[in-house]
């Protein structure tokens, strides 16, 4: 029998949130007798099937760091965590009758009132393990923040009956292992290879080294800037290209008039879901320095496109990029370590070789027909 879902996901302020989202909505609409969707705010021209009902949580939460001062920024952003799991509460109670799974897809830390209320009306509580944002913020010198949401993310774990992992290392990544009876690794999306292909060959291409993401200190962008200068020191073929916008965009220009390599990277400023296949497909390498992730989508999507990725074994990274053979591991998040392993992929004889393998573990193991079929297993989880 087909399940009847409410998916839903905390209406964080990111583009990027609602892409990953309606994405699973792919996945979930052919395998659901219902599906609801609670989202901040439906995207202008976003089509589904009628078998979706959308619920609009009308709220959003703003960005870290983007009041001043930061502290006022960090207690609205408190207070509005709280009443938009009050507003999540309220949509989920109206439709309580009309389910039997929720599925808490985006939110971590910030969804425990709404899983709470899911409990209470006796529904299957199904969460996701997407990255651990309290490490992140821990790494990120927000110790007191990071302990916080530490207690909040567990806590969801804890009375959820299922929690998605996008892939087997992420429980050690993230502190699961003390889930393990409850936790699945077979929850990652799935990449379009027919939009996310290769259409400029490796060969082809100038040494271009690029970032793509958020401009914030857990994606490690800091780091990337800092080591341009040592690798111009030795590559004086290479140029860069900073995609992303973030709270840390004035702070990389500084460094760049600092290190005085401006006329070196070009910020490309935030690259919109259609221009992201282009984006990939002109650099020679994609770099993912981050300090905590789940499954990035962003080393899928460059895979698929033929491009070589050198990344942190952080989360699920090592269950996709096997050093010299997939892609390239950065040892530490230092500028040191990623300017090392940018300089080896480069100089790397079968550079061309793993690109080609990187796409065809793409093909194999990331489709939508791949994912629906996962995601058929999951929910038919006790």
């Given at each position: 029998?087909?399940?009847?879902?409410?998916?839903?996901?905390?209406?964080?302020?990111?583009?990027?949130?609602?892409?990953?989202?309606?994405?699973?909505?792919?996945?979930?609409?052919?395998?659901?007798?219902?599906?609801?969707?609670?989202?901040?705010?439906?995207?202008?021209?976003?089509?589904?099937?009628?078998?979706?009902?959308?619920?609009?949580?009308?709220?959003?939460?703003?960005?870290?760091?983007?009041?001043?001062?930061?502290?006022?920024?960090?207690?609205?952003?408190?207070?509005?965590?709280?009443?938009?799991?009050?507003?999540?509460?309220?949509?989920?109670?109206?439709?309580?009758?009309?389910?039997?799974?929720?599925?808490?897809?985006?939110?971590?830390?910030?969804?425990?009132?709404?899983?709470?209320?899911?409990?209470?009306?006796?529904?299957?509580?199904?969460?996701?393990?997407?990255?651990?944002?309290?490490?992140?913020?821990?790494?990120?010198?927000?110790?007191?923040?990071?302990?916080?949401?530490?207690?909040?993310?567990?806590?969801?774990?804890?009375?959820?009956?299922?929690?998605?992992?996008?892939?087997?290392?992420?429980?050690?990544?993230?502190?699961?292992?003390?889930?393990?009876?409850?936790?699945?690794?077979?929850?990652?999306?799935?990449?379009?290879?027919?939009?996310?292909?290769?259409?400029?060959?490796?060969?082809?291409?100038?040494?271009?080294?690029?970032?793509?993401?958020?401009?914030?200190?857990?994606?490690?962008?800091?780091?990337?800037?800092?080591?341009?200068?040592?690798?111009?020191?030795?590559?004086?073929?290479?140029?860069?290209?900073?995609?992303?916008?973030?709270?840390?965009?004035?702070?990389?220009?500084?460094?760049?008039?600092?290190?005085?390599?401006?006329?070196?990277?070009?910020?490309?400023?935030?690259?919109?879901?259609?221009?992201?296949?282009?984006?990939?497909?002109?650099?020679?390498?994609?770099?993912?320095?981050?300090?905590?992730?789940?499954?990035?989508?962003?080393?899928?999507?460059?895979?698929?496109?033929g491009t070589p990725v050198v990344a942190t074994a952080v989360g699920g990274v090592p269950d996709i990029i096997i050093d010299g053979k997939t892609g390239f591991i950065i040892d530490y998040n230092s500028a040191e370590s990623i300017a090392d392993a940018i300089l080896r992929a480069l100089t790397s004889p079968e550079l061309d070789t793993i690109a080609k393998i990187a796409r065809r573990l793409i093909e194999e193991r990331y489709s939508l027909n791949g994912?629906?079929?996962?995601?058929?297993?999951?929910?038919?989880?006790?």
């Amino acid at each position: 029998m087909k399940s009847k879902v409410m998916l839903i996901s905390f209406p964080f302020a990111s583009a990027t949130v609602n892409q990953f989202i309606l994405e699973m909505v792919e996945i979930l609409d052919p395998i659901c007798e219902k599906l609801f969707l609670m989202i901040g705010t439906l995207p202008a021209n976003t089509s589904l099937s009628d078998k979706v009902t959308v619920l609009e949580i009308g709220t959003t939460l703003h960005p870290s760091g983007t009041i001043k001062p930061i502290f006022w920024s960090h207690l609205l952003q408190s207070l509005k965590i709280g009443f938009i799991q009050l507003k999540m509460c309220l949509l989920f109670f109206v439709r309580r009758s009309e389910i039997d799974v929720a599925f808490f897809y985006m939110g971590g830390y910030a969804v425990l009132l709404p899983v709470l209320a899911a409990k209470l009306c006796k529904k299957r509580v199904l969460t996701t393990a997407l990255g651990c944002g309290s490490l992140s913020a821990k790494k990120a010198e927000k110790k007191t923040i990071g302990a916080a949401m530490a207690f909040f993310e567990h806590a969801t774990y804890a009375f959820s009956d299922i929690i998605v992992a996008e892939s087997p290392a992420v429980i050690d990544s993230c502190s699961l292992s003390k889930y393990k009876n409850k936790i699945t690794t077979k929850g990652a999306r799935f990449i379009d290879s027919e939009i996310f292909q290769l259409n400029r060959p490796l060969k082809d291409r100038m040494n271009v080294i690029g970032f793509l993401g958020r401009l914030t200190k857990d994606k490690g962008v800091l780091d990337f800037v800092q080591a341009v200068p040592l690798i111009l020191r030795k590559r004086d073929d290479v140029t860069f290209s900073i995609g992303g916008d973030g709270i840390l965009f004035p702070n990389i220009v500084e460094i760049l008039a600092r290190n005085h390599t401006t006329a070196n990277v070009k910020m490309e400023g935030w690259i919109p879901s259609a221009g992201v296949p282009s984006f990939l497909n002109n650099l020679k390498i994609l770099v993912v320095p981050s300090y905590q992730e789940g499954l990035p989508t962003v080393i899928l999507q460059a895979m698929a496109c033929g491009t070589p990725v050198v990344a942190t074994a952080v989360g699920g990274v090592p269950d996709i990029i096997i050093d010299g053979k997939t892609g390239f591991i950065i040892d530490y998040n230092s500028a040191e370590s990623i300017a090392d392993a940018i300089l080896r992929a480069l100089t790397s004889p079968e550079l061309d070789t793993i690109a080609k393998i990187a796409r065809r573990l793409i093909e194999e193991r990331y489709s939508l027909n791949g994912a629906i079929e996962r995601y058929k297993e999951i929910l038919a989880m006790g």
